[in-house]
């Protein structure tokens, strides 16, 4: 009674479960044959190719007592010592016998790829050696050698009679098919994952690295993905126009002919339509995208740069065409379904990368003239200013002169106050809208150094001494000994803390004005709260946009430019802070500003 070997170990049992059945079915074939032909040890094989073209004989499946499966399941020996042992062999239909005697290697163990057991031989003519070679080469339907079924150890300790050739024979026929399906199998779990990963790579392209690149970035994942020699992406223009400029896996260059340009796009057109890919090879029948004479036209291109088959594959999104994508190849492999449907939905994937791509850089475009345009803005905002600085001084100059001439009438005198005060409030704007082109401008980065911002409130508070003492308003400060710094523009910083605690003592008319200076980890915070007017909800919303003034009579009757807080904003913006107010009509705000801190 033969003792059954447990063929699988618990790492086997897992892959098993991915290609359990025909793995299974290669190990009963196996035990069949130890336990009805009355053998000791089947060996069921089968050949891998290496990347440089050398092949070995890889143990898949063992049935039999004598060996542990672990020493030699996944075994593998080179190919070409069995075969030329066999060379030698007798023919016995599927198998071939080398009897001991005609064995030449020294190697027994690499060209029978198990190690032989130390046992002694038997007698008679018929009696088994150890060294006796019994195997059957396994094909597919292209006569390929794909695997092998070895026989060791007879029960009796005899060469096989005629009965056991008879139905050795039945189960070389099994074990082949059940290699040549095995490894079909392999093949296609390989296709699939490697489709898999070309669409994982293309899905993962980012749009923001603009489309040139996010195209190229795709194309090896492609190459690898598709086994394929190259890949090449035409991309069509906004009114579905192909360029003929093509991405290309290599860096050599492939420059589509004219008259192929205007064939690939409507080719590209109908197949996305019809979604469907479209084989073009020698021997190939003609795609109905194509007329023979455009077949022909492709075929002689193909042949020029050495291309012996293409798949054509139409990229878009929704009912767009986008463009096309060509995987090329320069065996005689075919293209299977599998290929084909895989590179239609990469088809789809790539269609949404180019449209992603696309949207980002018209986006990108925009903003680049946004800038430009805000750019434009402050300089023409700062060189009219500069313009008008001259006479305005002038103006402001002569009435000056002109208010305190003693022979003037007292109607003309009220004339000249007026231009005199209409002067300085033209000043006034003309000086804020320099300060806001110059913190608009985007040509001008921020340089930032830490800024005590305790400082800069009692800078503040000293220049604003005369005004504070002649109101009725108490300004009381909270900021901590050793000062508070931020990280920022010295003097942007100093215009946002007075424009602030101006404000505050501005629009408020008794009571009390308190400024705080905090730092909370990483950031400094500012804050100026008023018992003041305060704001109304509405006039909240726009507070920060140029030439605002409240609708509030009251506030309006103080002089102001409206343009304070929008350089506030500007400046906290810059400096990559906050801005937040608090305020409730009659009662009084707050203004928190938050920047980051310095150190
Ligand atoms: P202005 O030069 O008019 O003060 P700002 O841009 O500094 O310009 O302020 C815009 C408007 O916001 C002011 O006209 C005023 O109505 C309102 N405002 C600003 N700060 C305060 C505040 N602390 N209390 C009440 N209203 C304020």
Known sequence: MTQRLSTTTDADREEHLTDGTFRDGLELIAEGVTDMVGFNLACISVVRTAPDGSQDL????????????????????????????????????RFRFLPHELLDTEDVENA???????????????????????????????????????????????????????????????????????????????????????????????????????????????????????????????????????????????????????????????????????????????????SDAEQHAV?????????????????????????????????????????????????????????????????????????????????????????????????AGYAEVLESAPELAARSRSAVDAIVRGAGRLNRVIDDLLVLSKVEDPHRPLEPVPVDLSRLVADTLELLDVTITQGQVDVVTNTPEGGVLADGDRDELACLVTNLISNAVKYTDLGKVVVTVERHGSVTVLQVSDEGLGISADDQARLFTEFFRSSNPVATSRPGTGLGLAIVKRIVDRHGGTITVDSELGRGSTFTVTLPAAG
């Open 58 to 93: 890889e143990v898949l499946a063992l049935g039999g007592s004598d060996y542990s499966a672990e020493m030699v399941v996944g075994r593998r020996t080179p190919l070409a010592g069995l075969l030329g042992e066999l060379a030698k062999a007798e023919d016995w239909g």
């Open 299 to 395: 075929l002689a291109f193909m042949d020029d740069i050495r291309i012996t088959s293409l798949l054509f594959v139409p990229l878009g999104a929704g009912g767009e065409c986008l463009g096309n994508l060509v995987l090329t190849r320069t065996d005689d492999r075919d293209w299977t379904d599998l290929d084909r449907q895989a590179a239609l939905d990469i088809g789809h994937d790539l269609g949404r990368v180019v449209l992603n791509a696309r949207t980002f850089e018209r986006e990108h475009e925009l903003v680049l003239e946004l800038r430009a345009l805000d750019s434009y803005k402050s300089q023409l905002i700062a060189t009219v200013s500069h313009e008008l600085k001259n006479p305005l001084a002038a103006v």
């Open 112 to 290: 029978y790829g198990w190690v032989v057991p130390d046992l002694v031989p038997g007698e008679g003519p018929n009696a088994w050696h150890p060294l006796d070679l019994l195997v059957a080469l396994l094909h597919d339907d292209h006569g390929n050698l794909r695997g092998s079924l070895a026989i060791d150890l007879p029960e009796n300790g005899l060469r096989p009679d005629a009965e056991q050739r008879r139905l050795l024979e039945k189960f070389a026929v099994q074990a082949e098919r059940a290699v040549v399906t095995h490894l079909e199998r392999e093949e296609l779990a390989e296709q699939v994952r490697l489709a898999e990963t070309a669409r994982t790579i293309v899905r993962s392209a980012s749009a923001q690295d603009g489309l040139s690149a996010v195209l190229q970035q795709c194309q090896a994942g492609l190459v690898e993905g598709f086994r394929c020699h190259g890949s090449w992406i035409q991309t069509f223009d906004e009114d579905g126009r192909g360029s003929g400029a093509i991405h290309t896996s290599s860096s050599s260059q492939v420059v589509l002919p004219v008259e192929l340009i205007g064939v690939a796009t409507s080719a590209a057109q109908t197949c996305w339509s019809e979604q469907r890919t479209v084989v073009i090879a020698p021997g190939h029948p003609v795609p109905s995208v194509l």
